[in-house]
């Protein structure tokens, strides 16, 4: 008996990206878009293109940029959003429009002022309208996971009528439960006159931290493609993780569903988007966290001792993580970062590396051991290079019972400024003095610091949220000196809202 396929249908540019303070630039989505297709996703939703220039760009450089994926475009059950989004498409190999409205009656009401049978005929309109532009067209019922399931059943079959090659399903709010969603997909199976012309797609959102086990429902009664982001990043708490569905078919072989991906890539795909978009992956993370195959019990390390299948169902090298890969240190030169960059999906020419390189052998005296999370902050860190205000120095005076003190110096477009300032710690004292050179109303609205691992002398990570002119910005800041960190982050910010 033949396996069935699954696609797989990676949102990780439109709706990953959805993510506060993770937006890519153009350069940086084809990277993750070349990860993506030689990770073996099946379709990339590339972007949103009336939404903005960027993303109409993006689409159109990621069409050129991948070869065998198929690039998708979003756009809402509008005409004008169609038109765009095919001509975002023009130079993609293969490419589908993604069109849809909402059709739960909550969404009808409030959001649309609208009724049932108006809402079926718009539907219906915006695939006919997209199939004069493209033959594979995707339809999405929004909310779905909250439509009564005989409406729903009609809209979908309407719109495969109209020529709809894959329906959508998407638990919008992450509300279902898998029994629910489950027999939501079979429901339609069952019930919807020429549904095998087109394929069911699961589309589930973590809100109450079940989108991968409703992903899961929805494939086995019935759907054949699913929707899903690296790490599980997206709106709110997120999508459905890639990894995870994938382990769980490759494991679970009495399911008969296989898959394109090739999941020894699966850790250095998760690591670069982790990177690039300054979002760290939990530590206790499914498949691709820090410590998905670490052992601290003391009889979980003696079975595992004994034989390492007591406690790990997968083996670490299936998803791309090497028990003996090369150690960094002081003493290790270009070739050997050069060839760990890679291995986490980071190329980068002899002008970068160069610039990395005298970073990471700063880094190297002062930790004892370099693991991948700072050579990826290296690395981001050397996107960071052409901003138009830096840090030029830091000099922080602090103690039990005493003031805190802050004096540094910014680089501003080649002008050196200087400020100091007292403060109720080291890191208020910093950004007061930061405050005092950049001279704006800046409101910090959150402030999150993160160490990569348990090391006294490892980087930290620090995220920020700054309010300005009513906008929000996000700032990214990574160093050794936490309060350098914090600092860069805030440095971060201002230079997008300068920008």
Known sequence: MMNDRLFIFDTTL????????????????????????????????AGFPISSPGDFNSVIE?????TWPTICALTRAVEKDIQVAAEALQFAKHKRIHTGIGTSDSHIKYKFNSNREEIIERAVAAVKYAKRFVEDVEFYAEDAGRTDNEYLAR???????????????????????????????????????????????????????????????GVVNGARQVEVTINGIGERAGNTSLEEVAMIFKSHRELNIDTNINTQKIYPTSRMVSSLMNMPVQPNKAIVGRNAFAHSSGIHQDGVLKNVQTYEIIDPKEVGIDDNSIV??????RAALKSRLTSLGVELDKDKLDNIYESFLKLADKKKDINDDDILVLAGED???????????????????????????????????????????????????????????MTLKEFTIQAI????????????????????????????????????????CINKFHS
């Open 155 to 217: 809209v979908v079959e309407a719109v495969i009528k109209a020529g709809a090659t894959v329906i959508n399903i998407p638990d919008t709010t992450g509300y279902c439960l898998p029994s629910e969603y489950g027999a939501k997909i079979k429901y339609l199976m069952e019930n919807v006159k020429g549904v095998h012309n087109a394929i069911l797609s699961t589309h589930c959102h973590n809100d109450l931290g079940m989108a991968t086990a409703n992903t899961i429902a």
């Open 383 to 441: 996107r960071s290079l052409n901003k138009r205000i830096k840090l030029e120095y830091l000099q922080v005076t602090s103690g039990v019972g005493v003031l805190s003190v802050a004096s540094l110096a910014l680089n501003i477009s080649g002008e050196k400024f200087e400020g100091c300032a007292s403060g109720n710690g080291p890191v208020d004292a910093a950004i007061k003095a930061l405050k005092k050179i950049i001279d704006r109303h």
């Open 328 to 333: 960094l240190t002081a003493r290790s030169g």
């Open 62 to 66: 990621i069409s050129k940029a991948v």
């Open 14 to 45: 439109r709706d990953g990206e959805q993510v506060p303070g993770c937006q890519l630039n153009t350069i940086e989505k084809i990277q993750v878009a070349r990860a993506l297709e030689s990770l073996g996703v099946d379709v990339i939703e």
């Open 453 to 492: 691992s348990k090391g006294s002398d490892d980087v930290g990570k620090v995220h920020m949220q700054v309010e300005y002119d009513n906008q929000m910005y996000y700032g990214f800041g990574a160093n050794t000196d936490i309060i350098a960190a914090s600092v860069e982050a805030y440095i971060d």
